[in-house]
């Protein structure tokens, strides 16, 4: 796992304004921006897993992000029907808070109509924030994944949520995976420090253990 001070040095130094960087991440903090999302504010969910701009950039993509979700289980959401407002988050890359670029369901394995499945029993889901502003250009999608209760709880985060959430993704992620005749090669490494550790400032008052996953996702 990685010190703070390591992730700083190896993702979080380097800024040239405007040109895209080839490094994984930007750490936000260093631009004024939040590894939490504005979920209700002044409350927020952890962005808990990191796909790495050094990933294949057609998996930067919306269309790439799209294809790889659908090979580890995740689809669009039912029918286009969005529970819920968009949640923002500020990723310290000059942009400022913006909205989630797409938010998308765990699909039970029928990318059709699985994620009405999930919207009815419940499941996990994650939201994507870009960093692509002028000031940290890194194209690395910023995850905010947590596992729901179903409908009749409103959609609230199940215990332990953020957590278990991230490491059910990512168990799905790792390894070799494919869909629509795209093979993807996903390495996982863990981070601590960017993220606190505890329920200070996390939505819904559930604890976090402060680890983010970085993916590296390559096409084969
Ligand atoms: C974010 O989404 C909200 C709700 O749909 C909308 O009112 C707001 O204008 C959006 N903000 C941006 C910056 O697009
Ligand atoms: C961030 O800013 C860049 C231009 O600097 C723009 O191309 C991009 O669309 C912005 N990202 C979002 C999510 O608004
Ligand atoms: C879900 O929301 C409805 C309407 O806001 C409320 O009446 C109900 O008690 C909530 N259910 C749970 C389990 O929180
Ligand atoms: C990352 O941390 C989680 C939680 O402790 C653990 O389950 C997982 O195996 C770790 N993954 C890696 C790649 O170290």
Known sequence: MFSNLL???LF??????GAALSVAFVNPALGGGSMLDLAAPPLGEPLNVIISGLSSPAVLTDAGVLNFAQAIGFSTECLGIHIGAPQSANLGDGNGSVNQTVELRQDFGNSALGTCLESLI???????FRQNGPSANTGALFLAVSKEEDA????????DGYD???????????GTTS??????????????????????????DIAIDGIVTLLTVTIQ
């Open 122 to 128: 419940g499941g996990n889901h994650f939201r994507v």
């Open 12 to 17: 979080g130094t380097l800024s040239v304004r």
């Open 152 to 159: 009749e709880e409103n959609h609230t985060i199940v215990p």
């Open 179 to 204: 869909n629509n005749g795209v093979t993807y090669s996903t390495v996982a490494q863990n981070i601590s420090g960017l993220l606190p550790v505890g329920t200070a400032g996390i939505n819904h």
């Open 7 to 9: 992730a700083g040095l």
């Open 164 to 174: 278990v959430g991230r490491n059910e993704f990512v168990a799905s992620a790792v």
